[in-house]
């Protein structure tokens, strides 16, 4: 959550110059189709309009860790080869959590960015990052062996891994601008990764992420004159 503030932040330096912007924060769900997972997030966003009805702005968002309903086994096998049994099936979960930025432009309808009840739509690109992390039973499936301290992972197995991907999508929303108090808004944005990377086998592993992701985001934004 710190890099999103820090990101905003500097992004917010950048725009100084223009006489007018808007801070917005609020909450979120991600829906990553066909994951089964819809976490609960909060974001942060600032936006600059470049006219009474078009608007450029930029958001970023942290998604509480998820894990995975299933049960999965990794093969551990003994730094001694006195101990017996020399190789164990260890359960563990996979525990993902989720930090997404994106920005894009937004051309309001009905109403203008800062007047009455109005609808907005736009273009998105969006960069996510998805943490993993294993979390192995203390035990073997048979409740039996202790393996901590006396077994190792198979070779490649780390604990903790993360997929960066890159997405292009579109946004639509709602919005209420009450007179100086300020503006309630809810939007769904849907985004299609065309490019992402893993740093290592656990992190290609996560059960929270997905290709096709929709977001669904109620938040609150206040204008700065």
Request: net charge positive.
């Amino acid at each position: 959550m710190t890099r999103i503030v820090h990101f905003l932040i500097i992004t917010a330096l950048s725009l100084t110059a223009n006489a007018q912007m808007s801070l917005s924060g609020g909450t979120g769900i991600l829906n990553g189709l066909g994951t089964g997972f819809k976490p609960l997030g909060f974001h942060l966003g600032l936006e600059l309009p470049r006219s009474n009805d078009l608007t450029f702005y930029v958001r970023g968002a942290a998604f509480l860790p998820s894990s995975g309903a299933d049960t999965n086994y990794a093969n551990m096998t003994a730094i001694s080869l006195t101990t017996v049994p020399y190789t164990l099936s260890v359960p563990y979960q996979n525990r993902s959590s989720t930090y997404y930025f994106e920005g894009g432009t937004r051309s309001y309808m009905l109403n203008d960015y800062d007047n009455g009840f109005g609808l907005y739509g736009g273009s998105v690109v969006g960069f996510g990052i998805n943490r993993t992390k294993v979390k192995y039973n203390q035990f073997d499936y048979t409740n039996t062996y202790q393996w901590e301290g006396k077994y190792l992972p198979a070779n490649g197995s780390e604990t903790k891994g993360s997929i960066y991907y890159l997405a292009l999508g579109i946004q639509g929303g709602i919005k209420y601008t009450i007179p100086i108090r300020g503006t309630i808004y809810f939007d769904i944005t849907g985004t299609y990764s065309v490019l992402n990377i893993a740093n290592n086998n656990t992190g290609s592993s996560s059960s929270t992420y997905s290709r096709l992701n929709f977001l669904f985001n109620l938040g609150y934004r206040r204008d700065l004159y």
